[in-house]
């Protein structure tokens, strides 16, 4: 058997450590990429994967983190694959405008790595440059797209599933783009989701995003933005902020995981079938109908379910599965009046909006509640299962936790029940008292589903570069309690072993304190 062979019928499809080592050995994979259009002949890289330099543990680097001495400007190079994600064996097209004459691509796996959280996976080029035109408006949504022709196109034979980030390089000054390689199947694994919508939804490349044009005037702002362009300071943000530090916690876990985005979800609802869990990362905003369906099916047929952030389920978007911008194109006009789809559960406004309302609490167990918040996490309960080996204490205090937006339980009837709230935070936003909770709640199906209610909780852990205000306390507890969620998820049904006991009784919060805006 081929080594993607082997990789594609891992029982989980997403590798653990010993998985890795075991699968790939002292095999040599390396990536090929064919320059297409510039001139260039097929270009074989370096040895990718060794027995030095296994996918899933050994030799790492911390090359994969551009500092800011090594950060391309954008009259440079950019580049970009217009896919969130690929499979082991797929060939990604990567379009790419530089005023260099020549450009290379390296391509780094995130993970664990001896705590250098990186390997990288393949060297490619060099390719001929070749200056590509500005950003195009285009249709009704004022949608902002590259439309730039094909650079280059990678190989991905025999890369294992994961999270990648893909480094075009000029003049020794480097730029990024993410890449999803994801898992055939879910089966037996927790399922990790990148959050790609909201990725494009913050992207202001070109001058527009979902939020605005350059000067930020909502009015100025798409109403559907694309995969077809490059990443911005803003956008690449989300990714080393609310992703990466995740994916690698996740790593070290040692648990079977499954790699995919919430787009490749809305695809392929059946990506989840099962999963014995799924993760949502830092800031999981806006939601495809297939989604969220996906996350309930499989949350209701006993699949545990961990929202390590807030602001989670909070828009409702659309994405074409078929046709030239299936799986390309995100709209969300945020305004049902605007909407040129009316009365229709289609209608891209927010999910506890009318006409068709579910609000997110239904599945997360917590509403969005504020913008902008800071403070310190407050432990309610320290005897909280996924709470052990923490130090906790009743009333430890954990800095810079709580922010930059939260959500809170509710005493709703949309709340899903029994509730449990083992963290209770109080703070000011806007002049307004405030709380953020983390909440556990279980099911009939036996699933439990955990909820940090905060951004800030995956923004605390271990990176390369640390936020102000975060101190090592904090990432300690938030790195053990992410341990212990994802290897308690591992195990099966959490609401069979360890039910929710409903505590929210003694918890007296307003219900009409809603701090956050759109």
């Not at 391309?72 to 064996?89: D, F, K, M």
């Not at 022709?149 to 730029?175: C, M």
């Not at 690449?236 to 787009?263: D, Q």
């Not at 079938?273 to 309930?296: F, K, M, N, Q």
């Amino acid at each position: 058997m081929r080594v993607d062979e082997a990789l594609r019928a891992a029982p989980a499809a997403g590798l653990s450590r010993q998985e890795a080592r075991t699968l790939l050995g002292a095999l040599a994979i390396g990536g090929v990429a064919v320059a297409t259009g510039c001139g260039s002949e097929p270009v074989a890289s370096n040895p990718g994967l060794t027995s030095e330099n296994p996918a899933n543990g050994g030799q790492g680097t911390k090359d994969w983190f551009i500092k800011g001495s090594k950060r391309a400007s954008t009259s440079l190079i950019e580049a970009y694959t217009p896919q969130a994600s690929a499979l082991p064996g797929d060939r990604v097209p990567v379009h790419v405008s530089t005023s260099a004459n020549q450009w290379t691509l390296e391509a780094f796996r995130i993970g664990d790595y001896d705590g250098l959280g990186g390997v990288r996976i393949a060297q490619l080029g060099p390719f001929d440059g070749a200056k590509r035109s500005g950003a195009k408006e285009v249709g009704s949504t004022h949608t902002m797209v590259a439309g730039w022709p094909v650079s280059a196109e990678i190989d991905t034979t025999g890369w294992p599933p994961g999270f990648y980030l893909v480094h075009a390089i000029a003049n020794n000054k480097r730029t990024e783009f993410p890449l999803v390689i994801r898992s055939a199947s879910s089966d037996g694994a927790v399922a990790m989701i990148g959050s790609a919508t909201t990725w494009q939804a913050y992207n202001l490349w070109g001058g527009k995003s979902l939020y605005g044009g350059e000067a930020g005037e909502l009015v100025k702002r798409s109403y559907a933005v694309s995969l077809d362009r490059p990443y911005d300071k803003k956008g690449r943000s989300l990714l080393y902020a609310f992703e990466i530090p995740l994916v690698r916690v996740a790593e070290e876990s040692g648990v079977p995981l499954a790699w995919m985005t919430n787009i490749d979800i809305t695809l392929n609802p059946n990506l989840l079938d099962g999963a014995v869990a799924a993760v949502s990362g830092g800031h999981d905003e806006y939601w495809s109908i297939p989604y969220r369906d996906a996350l309930t099916r499989l949350r209701d047929a006993g699949g545990n379910l961990a929202f390590f952030g807030a602001n989670g389920c909070y828009w409702r978007v659309r994405i074409p599965d078929s046709g030239a911008d299936a799986g390309k194109l995100v709209t969300c006009y945020k305004s049902a009046a605007l909407d040129p789809v009316k009365d229709s559960p289609q209608t891209t406004a927010r999910w506890r909006d009318a006409p068709y309302p579910k609000p997110e609490n239904m599945i997360i167990g917590q509403l969005y509640d504020a913008f902008p918040a800071a403070g310190a996490m407050a432990i309610r309960d320290p005897d909280f299962f996924l709470f052990a080996d923490t130090g906790a204490t009743k009333g430890s205090k954990y800095p810079g936790l709580i922010g930059p937006e939260t959500d809170r339980y509710y005493d709703v009837k949309t709340t899903p029940r029994p509730i449990q709230i083992p963290a209770l935070s109080e703070f000011d936003s806007r002049g307004k008292k405030t709380w953020s909770t983390v909440t556990y709640y279980s099911t009939d199906s036996g699933a439990g589903v955990f909820a940090t209610g905060t951004m800030g909780w995956v923004r605390a852990l271990p990176r390369p570069n640390k936020i102000p205000g975060v101190p090592a306390e904090s990432t300690a507890f938030a790195k053990q309690v992410t341990l212990n969620v994802l290897r308690e998820m591992a195990k099966g049904p959490l609401g069979k072993s360890n039910p929710a006991t409903d505590d929210s009784k003694d918890v007296n919060l307003p219900t009409t304190n809603t701090t956050g805006s759109a």
